[in-house]
């Protein structure tokens, strides 16, 4: 696997990442964009590629992909502050990023793999962007209702976490119910699989649970046993989650 840094232009924001190519040129390619989440404390000074996605890419390179990774707007490697709205135009900005730069990528065969705040605003941009052919949802935080403990819990942990970028609440919260998955996913024509650790810590498997219900079908559902918040550092969900792209572009 080939490891180019990359930094581009999104909003008003610079953000930094990893673009990671097969090692074998190809006439065709896939691409993947990896979408991360909400930096845990003992994250919030690692780039994604310090908190182990890039082991994520290297199956996916194997079998012709690109795959993109970057770090959100706010979050360390990338400057600006957090915004769910701004994390939306950033995904845009990869994907015109790798397009405009790629043009032997089959659109046909690009996807999202998605975890946790990543997959929060998932089916808002598949909504509105058509280039996303397949969507992988790990732990989403789903059911926005402002009127829940879970939207307040949430909504503290961001500003908590991005407390040095003094966020505006009433912003935040404005932002969290126009990207509500629950709305969005309902426009989503992709095929799309969501996976949910059954004792996650964060994010109950109920927001996994209902986002399903929401979704048009081609869908699936796999809740893992035992499984925690964390997915992406998950053995078994990574394996669950590489067959089911892999077989999404294997499609006609």
């Not at 040129?25 to 979408?35: C, K, R, W």
């Not at 199956?59 to 939306?88: E, M």
């Not at 990207?179 to 996650?200: C, R």
Request: net charge neutral; with cysteine.
């Amino acid at each position: 696997m080939k490891e180019i840094r990359e930094t581009i232009q999104s909003n008003d924001s610079r953000i930094s990442g990893t673009v990671c190519y097969p090692d074998k040129e190809q006439d065709e390619y896939s691409f993947l964009a990896i979408l991360h989440g909400i930096p845990s404390p003992e994250g919030r000074n690692l780039s994604v590629e310090e908190k182990g996605y890039l082991e994520i890419c290297t199956p996916y390179c194997d079998h012709g992909f690109i795959v993109a990774l970057f770090n959100f707007q706010g979050c360390k490697g990338s400057s600006g502050k957090y915004s769910p709205l701004g994390w939306v135009q950033n995904v845009k900005d990869i994907f015109n990023h790798v397009q405009e730069h790629e043009p032997r990528l089959n659109p046909d065969h690009a996807g999202i793999l998605s975890f946790s705040a990543g997959a929060m605003i998932t089916p808002y941009f598949a909504a509105r962007d058509s280039r996303p052919k397949f969507l992988v949802c790990a732990a989403p935080p789903a059911d926005l209702n402002p009127e829940s403990a879970f939207f307040d819990r949430l909504l503290f942990g961001i500003l908590m976490t991005f407390a040095d970028q003094k966020l505006k609440i009433r912003e935040i919260k404005k932002q969290l119910v126009e990207i509500n998955p629950l709305t969005h996913v309902k426009q989503v024509k992709a095929p799309i699989l969501i996976v949910h650790g059954e004792k996650d810590e964060l994010i109950s498997k109920e927001n996994a649970i209902k986002l399903h219900q929401a979704a048009n079908n081609p869908k699936e559902l796999m809740l893992i046993p035992n499984g925690g918040h964390k997915l992406h550092r998950d053995s078994r969900v990574l394996k669950i989650i590489f067959n089911w792209i892999i077989n999404q572009v294997k499609r006609p």
